[in-house]
Structure formats: structure tokens, C-alpha cells
């Protein structure tokens, strides 16, 4: 079962914020987000257990929802170098199953 | 430095052949994955393995196949029965299974 990640795009102007969602019909036990730049590996940014945390990474930050299967990740500030492709994965159950990767989230950020 | 490492960087199938894609990993680390990359898609899993001499397979494995003889290594074979091959392949490696995931830089892979 696949997250739903939204937008699937978004421009931004450097300085501006933005909010990116991924949603799950299961029960999760985790969810991680990665980004990705053209043609790089993703890179870790952050993981959030439930329990309705919320974590911070410098100006991008990020809130789990557990009772509606729902995180989102916050860009504040944004800065060129956030440009990429977000993805979400979840967990589902105890844990000790793979993440399942959203299809991502393509933010461009512009001057 | 720890890292993941995967070879080629760019390979190139024929009609009918079978190829390898090499991942090996230095950061001691039990379980490994493939992922599958195509435009839109996300991520999708095609094996993993969260420890030595034992694998999974995930979502998409059909046309795919693993072996984790070592610790280190996770080679994972393209058939000819994958009609679809043409994708970037990428290779991540985590302590157990529910821990941030390292990825390698990918391997492109298109048909001749």
C-alpha cells in the first residue's frame, strides 16, 4: 500500500514556505523522508515514530499524525538548495517491515 | 569512509541476456534493499535481505533475482524473463529494518 504524497510539484520562490503531505489508509508504526536531487541517491532527512512527534532539521521540520496516518514536512525559508524530490516512507505494524516510498514530491525552488 | 558502492554506473542489456548489478556496502550493516526507480513512480522494492543467507522479496520482484552470500554484498541479477528493464537502480543498505537507509549512487540501465 503505497503513501499518497501531495502536491506531486510545487514552485517556490526562495524565501517562501511550503508544506508537503503523505498519507496512508494503514496503521503506521513509522514514517521517514528522504530527498532526492537529479540524477543523486536520496538522503535521509528524518524519522518520525508514532506517537505524534514532531522533529526539526534545521529550517525543514515534520509532524506525524498517528490517528490519521498522516505526515507532513515543513520547508521554512526555503533556500535553492532545497530543490529536489521529496519522498515519504512508512512503516507499517511493529516495524519490522520495509518502508513503502510515496511517488514524491518535486520541489523547485526559485530565485 | 563508509559508504555504499554500486557498479556500473551506466549498463546496457541485449534481447535475451541476463545482467548483474553490484552493490557492496562497508558500514556493517545487516539488512540491504533494491529499488526499482522509474519517472513518477517512486521507490519500489524489488528484494531485500535483513541478514546473511536469507531474502525477501518485495513488491516487484517478479523477473529479478538476489543472493547475500556476505555481509557486505548484495548483487542483484536483471533476467531476460524482465521484459521492462530499462529503469535506475538503486541499492541502500540500514542497521535493522526500520532505520534511516543509505543509499548508493544508482545504476542506469537501458536495453540495447
Known amino acids: 500500500q503505497q503513501p499518497v504524497q501531495s502536491p506531486q510539484a510545487v514552485i517556490l520562490r526562495e524565501g517562501e514556505d511550503a508544506v508537503i503531505n503523505c498519507s496512508s489508509s494503514?496503521?503506521?508504526?513509522?514514517v521517514h523522508w528522504y530527498r532526492q536531487k537529479h540524477g543523486e541517491a536520496p538522503v535521509f532527512l528524518m524519522i518520525l515514530l508514532k506517537g505524534g512527534e514532531q522533529k526539526g532539521h534545521d529550517k525543514i521540520s515534520a509532524s506525524f499524525n498517528e490517528k490519521k496516518q498522516q505526515s507532513s514536512l515543513y520547508l521554512t525559508a526555503s533556500q535553492l538548495s532545497y530543490s529536489g524530490t521529496y519522498f515519504c516512507g512508512t512503516v507499517r505494524n511493529s516495524g519490522n517491515t520495509p518502508l513503502v516510498f510515496g511517488k514524491g514530491t518535486r520541489l523547485s525552488v526559485i530565485a | 569512509d563508509g559508504g555504499i558502492t554500486q557498479s556500473p554506473k551506466y549498463l546496457f542489456r541485449k534481447e535475451g541476456q541476463n545482467v548483474t548489478l553490484s552493490c557492496e556496502q562497508n558500514?556493517?550493516?545487516?539488512?540491504m534493499y533494491w529499488y526499482r526507480q522509474d519517472p513518477g513512480q517512486g521507490l519500489r522494492l524489488i528484494y531485500y535481505s535483513q541478514i546473511v543467507n536469507d531474502f525477501q522479496k518485495g513488491d516487484i520482484a517478479e523477473g529479478y533475482s538476489v543472493s547475500r552470500e556476505k555481509k557486505e554484498s548484495f548483487p542483484l541479477t536483471v533476467t531476460s524473463a524482465q521484459k521492462n528493464p530499462t529503469a535506475f537502480y538503486l541499492c541502500?543498505?540500514?542497521?535493522?529494518?526500520?532505520?534511516?537507509?543509505?543509499f548508493g549512487d544508482g545504476t542506469r540501465l537501458s536495453i540495447l
Open positions: 558500514l556493517n550493516h545487516d539488512a
Open positions: 541502500a543498505s540500514s542497521i535493522p529494518t526500520n532505520q534511516p537507509q543509505h
Open positions: 494503514k496503521a503506521l508504526y513509522s
